[in-house]
């Protein structure tokens, strides 16, 4: 979760914890333009445990939530990072660039 950021007369605001797309709070703060940025499940084709059963099963909720949300965005963007996953902290360079 991100303080929101300013950027010349534009400001920018992280989806947060529980809504990463919360596009009907923003549409109701009057919100000019909204930009979402998508990104696809990881596909994981053998889970060797648990923890990666848990955490696809995470992936694919949060991606149909997000999309269902999405729809009432002005811009989509969908960035295929699928080289790398959700909680893969050391790889965030790589998703920024």
Same mark, same amino acid.
């Given at each position: 979760? $991100?303080? /929101?950021? *300013?950027?010349?007369?534009? @400001?920018?605001?992280?989806?947060?914890? #529980?809504?990463?797309?919360?596009?009907?709070?923003?549409?109701?703060?009057?919100?000019?333009?909204?930009?979402?940025?998508? $990104?696809? /499940?990881? *596909?994981?084709?053998?889970? @060797?445990?648990?923890?990666?059963?848990? #955490?696809?099963?995470?992936?694919?909720?949060?991606?149909?939530?997000?999309?269902?949300?999405?729809?009432?965005?002005?811009?989509?963007?969908?960035?295929?990072?699928?080289?790398?996953?959700?909680?893969?902290?050391?790889?965030?360079?790589?998703?920024?660039?």
């Amino acid at each position: 979760m $991100f303080s /929101p950021l *300013e950027y010349k007369d534009y @400001r920018f605001v992280d989806g947060g914890v #529980l809504d990463n797309v919360p596009t009907e709070e923003l549409k109701k703060l009057g919100v000019d333009q909204l930009i979402t940025i998508k $990104f696809p /499940p990881k *596909e994981v084709e053998n889970p @060797r445990n648990a923890l990666d059963v848990l #955490l696809r099963c995470m992936d694919i909720m949060f991606h149909e939530k997000d999309t269902r949300s999405a729809k009432c965005s002005d811009y989509i963007l969908n960035l295929d990072l699928t080289s790398s996953s959700t909680f893969d902290i050391k790889k965030i360079d790589y998703c920024y660039e």
